[in-house]
């Protein structure tokens, strides 16, 4: 069972940056794909950004291109999502997910292509 925590979640004002970190309990990012996605009350689940698990490219939803930055590091079960210029509309609670099925440079942007989840981890940002 892999399992996957994040980290680096707060409050923060508007225009302020914060980092998310994504822990795997096992060596998975040698062949799966990681993402971040992310949910404000009563709106559906979004795609933030993700990873393939050959690539070193981010995809990005058009809300945070520009912004947001992810990258990994296999060697420590790794994915970071660094967050910058942020906006109050990026209030959410922030979710990691890992794709055992994804190409080697695929990133898939429905989150029912992810089979593993975090716990999640709040981003608040304060006009």
């Known amino acids: 069972q892999v399992q996957l925590v994040e980290s680096g979640g707060g409050l923060v004002q508007a225009g302020g940056s914060l980092r998310l970190s994504c822990a795997a309990s096992?060596?998975?990012?040698?062949?799966?794909?990681v993402a971040w996605f992310r949910q404000a009350p009563g709106k559906e689940r979004d795609f933030v950004g993700g990873?393939?698990?050959?690539?070193?490219?981010?995809h990005y939803g058009d809300s945070v291109m520009g912004r947001f930055t992810i990258s990994r590091d296999n060697g420590k079960n790794m994915v970071t999502l660094q967050m910058n210029s942020l906006k109050p509309e990026d209030t959410a609670i922030y979710y990691c997910?890992?794709?055992?099925?994804?190409?080697?440079?695929?990133?898939?942007?429905?989150?029912?292509?992810?089979?593993?989840w975090g716990q999640g981890t709040q981003v608040t940002v304060s006009s």
């Open positions: 990873i393939s698990w050959a690539g070193s490219n981010g």
């Open positions: 096992q060596r998975i990012f040698n062949n799966y794909a």
């Open positions: 997910a890992a794709d055992s099925d994804a190409g080697p440079f695929q990133v898939g942007r429905i989150s029912s292509q992810y089979e593993y």
